[in-house]
């Protein structure tokens, strides 16, 4: 469990150094019912540090399943006005958001599966215009995580839900560096860690990096065209720093969509909308999915996987090392901020704009030209393993080792 002062360090970290609000801004804190008490001490700290207004948008995840199993498909596939129009409001009003991931991965366990998509599908439409204000860093925003009984019990299912909840604390509080004597600090080092592995990337402008492990994953992706690898902390739009994943331990750039070729096995299961998908792997051709097999969730993957046409490619590529703190854990956290910070990963689906030289500034055209892939889902998926070796391979096919057993060598 968490001290006081260490619960208060991590609403300060979540504001100041998450997403580094500044004085007189809105502040949007999105989190479910069940982590009330920790939103209003981010509120709390908030208004101390000058904000404005802070907004909580409230989730409610008993709810959502109740809504699932009780309101018709047809229902479901739309979202009331006035939800759409506060979207309209954050971004009008250049709000920062603060955003509490939490949810308990079987929330929709037995539910049917096209009426969990088909409310998924409206609600990544409905908030598509504020989810591109924050990909392009229009917004700044930043997404935490504490535990909830539900929650923690998946993680932790041999004790009781109390003790779950503890144990999980006390992860969360090393993973994030509660428990060093300054953990400002502490993140201002790993952040220059973080900063010097993507400066070397950058310089080489890799035409590839090919991963492959003994899982059977041998696959060769293309990087978009003027990709730039970025770490830890953004740049706003408006210039100002911040950063996006707290935990965050990975150095990511966008694959180029027509360059990805071979195969890949997923390393830890994939939670999405509640639903768990494992042992899979996917083929690539010219940067589409030709093939894809998954042992569990087969019919989860595949409706990922008919969203839309950008999806069956790939909008990121994450590398992670083995050592870091949330892999030496050990712990499956059943949740994309954690377990994608303890592997490498890909994403199915949209890119980061930012993740290609000044792409804020350019048309979806000349996105797509660069290979920079366009979807409404981004799906993370882990890959990396301890036995995973990663070359970067450059425009004249020098081969630079940048991973060897699952850990950098740069
Ligand atoms: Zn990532
Ligand atoms: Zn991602």
């Not at 709000?95 to 409206?122: W, Y």
Request: with cysteine; hydrophobic share 40%.
């Amino acid at each position: 469990m968490l001290t006081k002062k260490q619960m208060e360090n991590f609403a300060e970290l979540a504001v100041l150094v998450g997403a580094n609000m500044q004085p007189k801004q809105e502040v949007v804190i999105r989190c479910d019912v069940q982590c009330a008490d920790f939103a209003h001490l981010i509120a709390e700290k908030a208004y101390k540090f000058g904000a404005k207004r802070v907004h909580i948008e409230w989730l409610d995840e008993v709810l959502d399943r109740i809504e699932v199993q009780r309101a018709s498909k047809r229902t479901l596939s739309k979202v009331p006005e006035y939800k759409t129009a506060q979207y309209k409001y954050f971004i009008k009003h250049k709000v920062c958001l603060i955003a509490i991931s939490a949810e308990n991965p079987n929330k929709f366990k037995g539910c049917k599966a096209d009426k969990i998509e088909a409310r998924q599908l409206a609600i990544l439409k409905s908030r598509k215009d504020f989810r591109n204000a924050t990909m392009s860093n229009y917004l700044r925003w930043t997404i935490i995580s504490i535990p909830t009984k539900a929650w923690a019990s998946q993680v932790f299912p041999d004790v009781s839900p109390e003790e779950a909840v503890d144990k999980m604390w006390d992860a969360i509080a090393h993973i994030m560096r509660l428990d060093t004597v300054e953990p400002t600090a502490a993140w201002q080092g790993h952040i220059a860690t973080l900063h010097r592995r993507a400066d070397f990337l950058n310089k080489h402008n890799f035409e590839y990096v090919h991963m492959r492990n003994a899982r059977g994953t041998d696959l060769k992706v293309g990087l978009a065209t003027d990709h730039q690898w970025i770490a830890a902390e953004e740049e706003g739009q408006d210039g100002i720093p911040f950063t996006a994943n707290m935990p965050t331990e990975e150095v990511f750039t966008a694959p180029h969509n027509r360059k990805i070729n071979g195969k890949v096995v997923n390393a830890l299961p994939l939670v999405n909308n509640g639903n768990v998908i494992d042992n899979f792997s996917i083929t690539f051709k010219d940067g589409k999915v030709v093939d894809y097999k998954a042992e569990v969730g087969y019919e989860a993957l595949k409706a990922i996987l008919s969203s839309d046409e950008g999806v069956l490619s790939l909008g990121e590529i994450a590398l992670i090392g083995r050592n870091s703190p949330i892999a030496e854990s050990g712990i499956l956290f059943y949740n994309t901020l954690f377990d994608e910070n303890a592997s490498c990963h890909l994403a199915f689906g949209a890119s980061y704009p930012t993740t290609t030289k000044d792409g804020n500034s350019l048309t979806l055209e000349q996105l797509a030209e660069r290979g920079m892939n366009q979807s409404i889902q981004h799906v993370d998926f882990m890959v990396g393993t301890k036995d995973m070796d990663i070359d970067g391979i450059t425009y004249d096919g020098k081969v630079v080792p940048l991973f060897r057993n699952g850990e950098w060598v740069i």
